[in-house]
């Protein structure tokens, strides 16, 4: 099993180099609403004296003939879970053709695969690329933000895996090692003239965890949200078949995983163009999940969930998934939702947590909120507030809002950044003000161990409402379920101690090999020590056959 390393949530055009409409930000519009601008002097251009040359910037190495297991490929990840398994695909690709996966430093090329929900983590993204570039690595870039953006100037010369091409990336990094410049943009894929979702979800895959497979069941989404960007790159929406998705569980946990993660821009939107839905594929997933193995269900919009609520209360009450929802509101107020085009009210929203509440025991439902949405008024922000006021959920996302070039959000005024600011702040003192976990000490729980924490101090379970609970890194504690008391909470998590003796650790894992890979990650110390102490191990028989073949010389 290979490991990826810890870097490791519709047009009808032929290609997205056509996707320019009348409805297209102008460059006039992008300053209409910049009520002030302050003229700034320009900078002067340093001149050199003749002969003194800019110091050159290394340049990455053509190769002419490529030879796979001879070039090292570092892979980069940006956002949401979509995103990383499309990564672990490329990864998985590249490792079974011979590339060997490797960090920035070391590798040939980089791989950067990018999330166009917000200026932040494209910004991250672009820096990335300069730094690629300044020390003389080929970069291929990959993601929503090249498929949306193709023709921004920091892409020039680059070449691009678009969203549905990632099943070609063995033959970008060869043409881009031989220093051609390749672009696979088409964002519809046809198989024998039918649309598919995306390449064949029996790819071979690098999982950046090897006890969790990321499933996409389908990509794209039916909504026109004023805001969002990635509509632009993902397109429509375009499920897999269910059958397609049961093979992929199968094949994972054969392969050792003992978690399963369903992803996509919008879940409860699955099977709407292919005559199926999300309960029929859950029913059918959960026939195929081994026993103490279990089931993530990703994020759903409010709109396509409300028709499957009772079905979806009873999946979600199922002893092998998750009681764990994620569904976005991204405002309390009904006139923002309007302007964001969300398609769904406050009191949808407001029915689909009542409901899981009521009907499913302890289930977690996490949510997004975007603060500063060009037309929110403080009466309309006061109702985000009295709404997360009365739910205090336990995993609230807040974000700022920020305009996407070629939204309709992004022609709109916007709201002075300070009052932005204010407000966010507002909502975050809000989240921070109350404790999900207070009255959890004493509580026992059974968890389900699959991750190490980000201080590589504890690793990391779940209990059946996937709420995170911190435990000593006991040795093959990984891929087990475990009975734990709570002994302290934080703002996020549980801290637990394990009551099982290690002959009643019930594992999941088909494979040892799956745990072993996790360990590499959790303990690099101790593998460097072992490195180390093997090459003073070689230096010291060396030294030895040396200090002895002088002596041979010496007394002939």
Not at 95 to 116: F, I, M, P, Q, V
Not at 160 to 175: A, L, M, N, P, Y
Not at 449 to 462: A, C, F, I, M, N
């Amino acid at each position: 099993m290979y490991h990826l390393g810890q870097d490791l949530p519709g047009h009808d055009v032929d290609d997205i180099e056509d996707l320019i409409s009348a409805d297209d930000v102008k460059p006039r519009e992008r300053y209409e609403n910049k009520k002030s601008v302050t003229v700034r002097a320009k900078k002067r251009v340093q001149i050199r004296p003749e002969g003194e040359d800019e110091e050159e910037k290394p340049k990455p190495t053509i190769h002419e003939s490529v030879i796979p297991g001879t070039q090292k490929v570092f892979v980069k990840t940006w956002g949401c879970a979509h995103n990383n398994s499309d990564s672990e695909y490329m990864a998985g690709q590249l490792a079974a053709y011979g590339y060997k996966l490797s960090g920035k430093e070391e590798a040939d090329l980089w791989l950067l695969n990018s999330c166009t929900v917000k200026n932040p983590s494209e910004d991250t993204f672009r820096n990335e690329i300069e730094s690629g570039m300044r020390n003389g690595k080929h970069v291929v870039v990959a993601g929503c933000v090249p498929q949306g953006a193709p023709k921004s100037d920091y892409l020039n010369g680059l070449s691009i895996i678009g969203v549905q091409q990632i099943d070609r990336v063995v033959e970008v990094v060869e043409e881009t090692l031989k220093g051609h410049s390749v672009r696979l943009l088409q964002n519809k894929k046809k198989v024998q003239g039918r649309r598919v979702a995306g390449a064949a979800l029996s790819l071979p895959k690098v999982r950046k965890n090897p006890l969790i497979e990321i499933i996409s069941i389908n990509s794209g989404c039916l909504n026109q949200c004023t805001y969002c960007k990635t509509k632009h790159a993902r397109g429509d929406l375009a499920s897999y078949p269910p059958e397609e998705v049961l093979e992929r569980a199968r094949q994972s946990f054969a392969e050792g995983c003992c978690e399963i993660w369903l992803t996509s821009e919008d879940t409860g939107a699955y099977g709407r163009d292919i005559g199926s839905s999300l309960p029929e594929l859950l029913w059918q997933l959960v026939e195929v999940i081994p026993e103490h193995c279990m089931l993530r269900v990703g994020m759903t919009n409010p709109p396509y969930i409300l028709e499957h609520l009772d079905e979806v209360a009873k999946v979600l009450q199922h002893p092998r998934v998750y009681a764990f929802l994620h569904v976005p509101v991204q405002s309390g107020s009904d006139s923002v939702l309007g302007e964001m085009k969300r398609e769904y009210c406050r009191n949808d929203f407001e029915h689909v947590v009542d409901f899981l509440r009521k009907r499913v025991p302890g289930v977690t439902i996490a949510t997004d909120v975007i603060c500063g949405f060009p037309t929110e008024t403080e009466a309309d922000f006061e109702e985000t507030m009295t709404l997360c006021a009365k739910y205090r959920f336990p995993s609230l996302f807040i974000n700022q809002f920020f305009p996407r070039p070629g939204t309709p959000a992004a022609k709109m005024e916007r709201i002075p950044a300070n009052l932005v600011k204010k407000r966010t702040k507002r909502l975050t003192d809000l989240f921070y003000s109350y404790e999900p976990y207070a009255e959890r000490v004493g509580q026992i729980y059974t968890v389900l161990v699959t991750e190490v924490s980000h201080d590589k101090l504890h690793y990391v379970g779940h209990n059946k409402s996937y709420e995170q609970v911190l435990l000593p890194m006991r040795e093959n504690l990984l891929g087990t379920r475990v009975h734990v008391r709570i002994t302290s909470v934080s703002k996020f998590s549980m801290v637990g101690e394990i009551l099982d003796n290690e002959q009643d650790w019930t594992r999941c894992a088909n494979k040892q090999e799956a745990v072993q890979e996790i360990l590499k990650v959790a303990t690099p110390a101790r593998s460097t020590d072992r490195l180390i102490q093997r090459f003073i191990g070689i230096a010291l028989v060396i030294g030895s056959l040396a200090f002895l073949l002088q002596l041979i010389v010496r007394f002939q």
